[in-house]
């Protein structure tokens, strides 16, 4: 399994990083198979550095605030409207209401909306998905939108990405003796930071401490 950082901006995109947006890949029936965790605003030109969107296999969305899934109105112009194309459907994994959102976020009617492009499905929490060498847990986490932390299995590695989320319990079970936990740490330690948003670099340690994570 190889992660690549395409964006790891919080909140907006920054002078050097897009926003949140993970490539995962792994060898799959003779060739790479490639994961897309997030796609939030400034990463899909970054994202096309380390593979063709024609060579993308899946998304997988943790929510629905727009540093992690903006550039998926990218995604679907160019499926839509590429030279040879339309590409097929891609599946797409993300919180309740997603096909609704992307298609409100480009200007859409909701029916077809962006469903001839993406083939959306909701997460249910706890409950597994297949995408082609990887099995994908969510675990539902503590921010003010659905959230899930992603538990990406593949040939007995473990990679857990916290997504946005507060200091909760869920994410350290979530993560429980991976391999590598890539977590969020928004804020910096002080007294006064609101609840059930986002981690410090000390809460993000703690957690991975506590799920007995390798790195």
């Not at 063709?52 to 992690?68: F, K, R, T």
């Not at 339309?86 to 469903?115: H, K, N, Q, V």
Request: charged fraction near 20%.
């Amino acid at each position: 399994m190889r992660l690549t950082i395409i964006g790891c901006a919080g909140s907006y995109p920054g002078p050097d990083s897009a926003a949140s947006c993970y490539l995962v890949e792994a060898p799959y029936e003779g060739r790479t198979y490639r994961l897309v965790v997030d796609l939030g605003n400034g990463a899909l030109g970054v994202l096309q550095q380390y593979a063709a969107i024609e060579d993308l296999d899946a998304i997988a969305v943790s929510h629905l605030h727009p540093d992690h899934y903006m550039d998926i109105c990218g995604m679907y112009v160019y499926r839509k409207y590429v030279p040879g194309g339309p590409l097929p459907r891609i599946p797409l994994w993300g919180p309740t209401g997603s096909a609704d959102r992307f298609a409100e976020a480009y200007d859409l009617p909701l029916d077809p909306g962006m469903t001839e492009e993406l083939d959306v499905s909701v997460w249910t929490d706890g409950v597994p998905v297949q995408l082609g060498p990887f099995t994908v847990t969510p675990t539902r986490v503590d921010h003010p939108v659905e959230s899930y932390a992603l538990r990406i299995e593949e040939d007995g590695h473990v990679l857990v990405y916290s997504g946005d989320t507060g200091p909760t319990p869920a994410l350290v079970d979530a993560a429980r003796g991976a391999d590598a936990l890539l977590c969020e740490a928004s804020f910096t330690d002080a007294d006064d930071n609101p609840p059930h948003l986002h981690l410090t670099g000390t809460d993000a340690g703690e957690a991975a401490t506590a799920a007995g994570v390798g790195r």
